[in-house]
């Protein structure tokens, strides 16, 4: 099976669960979350990116308000326009969202979409490097047990993790139904190193 008819039999496997069932899969692992937060150093001020869950994700949104209840900055994928990515060489950068206002970052709410730089308040949302992060909680739609990774097929990922601080927690969240024996890899591709299901 080569990744687009993979790509497509897993998700339809994912949009299949039931909604409780994706409810309380989505509360256990972000309650283990919670505990790999707990083991970082909790003196130092600290940066996580997260995402918002599109279709039948796992939805992170507990974790996120978690650790903005510990004092993390928590930051959200924000896609870039044509030009922007262009001059940074990115296709995505991760913008910082203070506690009560996600409702107001149209990059959360529309993640697919790609902004200019000037549709975005970045005094509000600024940038967070990708070196500053701490830890990011990455999306997938399959994965096997050497943590390999089948995104959505953009690549976005693949071109930012190794921009990371080489102590970044990196950890991959998906629904036990989402592993595959094998996934077709790429040269891009890389491995997570830690992924949590349920």
């Known amino acids: ?3 687009a008819e993979l790509r497509r039999a897993v998700i ?3 949009d299949a669960l039931d909604l409780d069932l994706r409810a309380a899969k989505s509360a256990d692992i972000c ?3 919670v505990e790999l937060l707990g083991r970082l150093d909790a003196a130092a001020p600290h940066t996580v990116a997260v995402y918002a869950a599109m279709g039948s994700e796992v939805d992170s949104a507990a974790f996120a308000a978690a650790a903005a209840k510990r004092g993390w900055r928590v930051a959200y ?4 326009s044509a030009t922007d990515a262009a001059a940074c060489g990115q296709r995505m950068c991760m913008r910082a969202v203070a506690a009560g206002d996600a409702d107001a970052a149209t990059f959360i709410a529309h993640p697919t ?3 200019a730089a000037t549709d975005i308040d970045s005094s509000r949302f600024p940038i967070v490097p990708a070196e500053a992060l701490d830890m990011i909680v990455v999306p997938l739609v399959a994965f096997d047990r050497t943590g390999t990774r089948l995104g959505y097929g953009g690549g976005c990922y693949d071109r930012y993790l190794p921009m990371l601080s080489p102590v970044c927690q990196i950890v991959g969240i998906a629904f036990d139904e989402q592993r595959v024996d094998h996934i077709p890899t790429d040269a891009h591709d890389l491995p997570l190193p830690h992924i949590i299901s349920a």
């Open 1 to 3: 099976m080569d990744k």
């Open 12 to 14: 339809a496997r994912r």
């Open 31 to 33: 309650a283990r979350l």
């Open 77 to 80: 994928p924000c896609m870039l």
């Open 113 to 115: 979409r790609a902004f």
